[in-house]
């Protein structure tokens, strides 16, 4: 069974410009999650789409934003890049247990992200 | 807010003997901890879990205690391994929301 999949692995922007993120979750996973990384921060949650909707939101701007396709297939889009968003970018998928109940997610290799 | 932490950032341990790594955490209403484990350049790995309604669960040579009177949870990881070596988090999974994490312990493994 193929784990999560984070495409790409890493990338370089420049300040201002916008960045789309990939996640291909587990076969049969219908929850999507997305984390941020950093040293200073350590894991910080952004969001999470189940069935095509967003679900949870974290504290982050509006400038980072997701979506979640009918495969569960899920992107993150950054907008207007600052200097402080390099960081690794982690997708996470997980399947919702019976009634609700979340099982454990499984994290993708992430992607480094590097503005400059 | 609420918070998730560890106890140490390091952690040194003499390779085969065991460590142990700690976690604690603020909200009494928290009801499934996730232990993961991140090696450099890699995402966090899934380790071993537990919900409220145990004190003890086991893995393969790892095991997790769940203290709930004091809020704090612990990893013990037998006979460590080189391959061991990597910063552990704990996880609070609170309202099936979204992952709480805490800060990491990094763990090395003296030959």
């Known amino acids: 069974k193929a784990g999560v999949t984070q495409t790409p692995r890493y990338l370089i922007k420049t300040r201002g410009q916008q960045v789309t993120l990939s996640c291909s979750p587990i076969?049969?996973?219908?929850?999507v999650s997305w984390y941020q990384q950093t040293p200073g921060q350590g894991l910080q949650f952004l969001f999470e789409y189940f069935s095509e909707t967003q679900r949870n939101k974290g504290n982050f701007p509006g400038r980072f934003s997701g979506r979640q396709f009918s495969n569960s297939r899920s992107e993150m889009n950054v907008s207007t890049l600052e200097l402080g968003d390099s960081a690794l970018y982690l997708c996470?998928?997980?399947?919702?247990?019976?009634?609700?109940?979340?099982?454990?997610?499984?994290f993708g290799q992430g992607t480094r992200l590097t503005v400059v | 807010g609420e918070s998730v932490g560890l106890h140490l950032p390091t952690l040194s341990v003499q390779e085969g003997d065991n460590s142990i790594i700690n976690c604690a955490y603020s909200n009494s209403a928290s009801d499934y901890f996730i232990w993961y484990k991140q090696e450099s350049g890699k995402g966090p790995q899934f380790i071993i879990d537990i919900r409220s309604n145990m004190d003890k669960r086991q893995g393969q040579r790892v095991t997790v205690l769940l203290n709930k009177t004091v809020k704090h949870l612990s990893l013990q990881i037998a006979a460590t391994q080189p391959g061991d070596s990597a910063v552990y988090f704990c996880?609070?999974?609170?309202?099936?929301?979204?992952?709480?994490f805490g800060t990491g312990t990094r763990l090395t493994i003296i030959p």
């Open positions: 996470a998928s997980s399947q919702d247990g019976t009634g609700g109940a979340r099982t454990e997610a499984f």
């Open positions: 996880a609070d999974n609170f309202g099936n929301e979204k992952l709480t």
């Open positions: 076969s049969g996973h219908r929850s």
